[in-house]
C-alpha cells in the first residue's frame, strides 16, 4: 500500500512526463523521479507532517535484532538513544537534500540544453529560513497546478534550489 505522499509523487511525476516528458532524455528519468519525489517530501515536512518511510510490523521484527545487538555492543547507550526524535527527522530532510544534488545539477544541465530555458523564478537576494519557506510554499502552489512541461521544470529546479538553501541555512 502506497502513503498518499508518495501517491502524489507519483501523479505529479506521470503528469510531467504526459505533459511533454516524450522528448526528455530517459536516462534523466530517475533524476526528474527523485527531484520531484524530494520536492513532495520537503512540501509535507514544511507542513509538519510526518515523512520518514515507514516500516511495517514484519520488518520492525526482523530489524529488531539489530536494536539489540547495537545496544549490547554499545553498553553506553540506551533504548531511547534508538528512538526517533526530532533531530533524527531533519536529519533525514538533510540527507534526502544532499543525496538530490546530484540529480539536481544533471536536470540543471538538462534544462539549460532545452529549445528556450526560462530564467530562474525565485525572488533575489538574501534568504531566510523564514523566506525560504514563504517563497517554496507558494511556489509549489504553482508547480501543482502548472501544465506545461517546461515552465513545470523550471519550477521544480527552483523549488529545489529552495531546499538546498534551507539545509544551508539550518544544518
Request: with cysteine; hydrophobic share 45%.
Amino acid at each position: 500500500m502506497i502513503s498518499a505522499l508518495e501517491a502524489e509523487a507519483r501523479a505529479i511525476q506521470e503528469s510531467m512526463l504526459d505533459a511533454g516528458g516524450s522528448e526528455f532524455p530517459d536516462s534523466d528519468l530517475p533524476h526528474l523521479r527523485c527531484l520531484v519525489r524530494l520536492t513532495v517530501e520537503f512540501h509535507h515536512f514544511l507542513k509538519g507532517e510526518d515523512i520518514l518511510p515507514k516500516i511495517d510490523d514484519e520488518r520492525a521484527r526482523a530489524l529488531a535484532h539489530v536494536k539489540e545487538a547495537i545496544l549490547a555492543d554499545f553498553p553506553e547507550l540506551k533504548a531511547e538513544d534508538l528512538a526517533e526524535t526530532a533531530e533524527g527527522r531533519l536529519r533525514y530532510v538533510y540527507n534526502s537534500i544532499f543525496f538530490g544534488v546530484q540529480s539536481f545539477v544533471r536536470l540543471h544541465y538538462t534544462y539549460s540544453t532545452m529549445e528556450s530555458p526560462r530564467a530562474t523564478t525565485l525572488a533575489a537576494g538574501a534568504k531566510s529560513a523564514e523566506s525560504v519557506r514563504e517563497e517554496f510554499a507558494s511556489k509549489y502552489v504553482e508547480f501543482s497546478s502548472a501544465t506545461d512541461f517546461e515552465f513545470r521544470f523550471r519550477l521544480l529546479l527552483d523549488l529545489f534550489r529552495l531546499q538546498i538553501i534551507f539545509a544551508g541555512l539550518s544544518y
